[in-house]
């Protein structure tokens, strides 16, 4: 039985920049860095109401090659979709898919990161309404 979202790896080539970056755009620092050597080879953040898990490791342990973006897409809540987009433009994302109405109350975007991974950001109006049963919206 899938229960959530346990944690979501990013992979990075500049682990230390890819760290800096991220904690520029979550606002928070990681609160678990592993060295491998001396160097960070993985660091993890929890953000969100929920307090998901975001890791990213460094490049060098990918499984396979990274030459394009790819993988699932993860989108993750944000209450202004507009400025989450201008946020992480500003911070050196480009785009990957533009703003998409895909219903009532459901509009996507998605970036990719300086470092090859792709972010997908969500306006979603079912999300408000579990935080709201939740007592958390």
Request: aromatic share 12%.
């Amino acid at each position: 039985m899938f229960r959530g979202i346990a944690t979501l790896t990013f992979f990075a080539d500049d682990l230390p920049a890819a760290i800096t970056w991220y904690t520029e755009l979550f606002g928070v620092e990681p609160y678990f860095v592993r060295p491998v050597d001396g160097a960070p080879a993985y660091a993890e953040f929890r953000i969100g109401d929920y307090q998901h898990e975001i890791g990213i490791i460094d490049g060098r342990f990918a499984p396979h090659p990274r030459t394009t973006p790819g993988g699932a897409v993860t989108y993750w809540h944000v209450d202004d979709l507009t400025a989450a987009i201008d946020k992480l433009t500003a911070m050196g994302a480009k785009e990957h898919e533009p703003r998409i109405e895909r219903g009532p109350g459901f509009v996507t975007a998605s970036v990719i990161d300086p470092f090859g991974n792709v972010l997908g950001v969500m306006h979603n109006t079912h999300y408000l309404d579990i935080l709201a049963k939740n007592g958390l919206g």
